[in-house]
Each structure stands twice: as structure tokens, then as C-alpha cells.
């Protein structure tokens, strides 16, 4: 409220008054005082291990996170330590190259002699038809000296026929036989 003074004749002094409409406004008030400021939360932070300080992130007074980086150290004996674990990875990672191509080589290599145990029981199979062929043959021969429609010599080309595929089944057999034990063929479909 305003007031102008006024004076009045009788001696005394009498003041107007002037009214406003009341507004809605912001109070502010401020202070200045001497003072400082002390952190909520304070903590020391050692390193785990001793080194030499590289790098500082942060300075004192900073805000920081958790998990946030501060500080990075050297640490000569780690970092010797460090490069010797990267060199045994590194051999390790070799060693399972040159495992792996020498499985490769003997998978490949049981696969040859697997083909080549295969080709042997055709190959004795092949013998075990010639002979029967051959013992059919002699049979019928045989039965023709008997009747005296061939002569004697053909029969004994014929059996000594017989008896050579009686051999290379038997030279056969023997030669597949250790392979059969250890590899027994399966075919595909």
C-alpha cells in the first residue's frame, strides 16, 4: 500500500491510502553466508596391485559412476605376463591347426585303406566265382572223359585250372582276413 502525506489544519497529520488488486508472485529470497561443502559419500581408493600411474580420468572434486574408470596404471610385470599368456594362446591355437590337419590325414587315410579292404573282398569275391565256375567246368569235363567223349589232358588242364582258383581264394581270404576283424565293411545304400 502507497500513502502521500497530507497535512491538515488542526496540526496533525493524516495519511491517504491507495488500495491494489493482490497479484500471485514468486517470493525470492537469498543469503550469503561464508560456508563450505562437504561430500555425502567420501572414499580412499588404493590400487590392487602396484605400477606406475599412466592416466588420470578424473580430478578431485568430479562426479563419478559406478564402475566408471579412474585411473589407468603400467604394470611392466603384468604386461610381460600378459604377452607370455597371448604367446601360449597363440601356440595353443597352432597346435589345434596342426591336430586338426592330422585328423583330416588320418581320416583320409582310414578312408584309402577302408577302399582298398573293399576292393580286396571284391577281388576275393571275384575268385570265389571263377572257382566255382571252374569246379562246374571240371565237373563237366570230367563227366565227358568218363563217357569217352574228351581226352585225359583236357580233364588235368581243367583241374589244375580248378585248383589255381582254389588258391587264389585261399591267397585272397588270408590276405583280407586281418582286415575284417578290424574293419568291418558296411555298404551304402
Known sequence: MRGQNTSVADGRQTHRVRTIQPARERLQRSSVQAAYVEPLEEADMFAKVSGYLEKVLVDIGDSVRKDQVLAELWIPEMEQERLYREALVEKAQAEVKQTEAAVKAAESFVDAAKARVEEAHSQTARFEAESEYRQI???????????????????????????????AVSASRSCTAPCRSRWPITRMP
Open 137 to 167: 567246368e571240371y565237373k563237366r569235363n570230367l563227366q565227358l572223359f568218363n563217357d569217352r567223349a574228351l581226352q585225359r589232358d583236357i580233364v588235368d588242364e581243367k583241374q589244375s585250372q580248378l585248383r589255381a582258383a582254389a588258391a
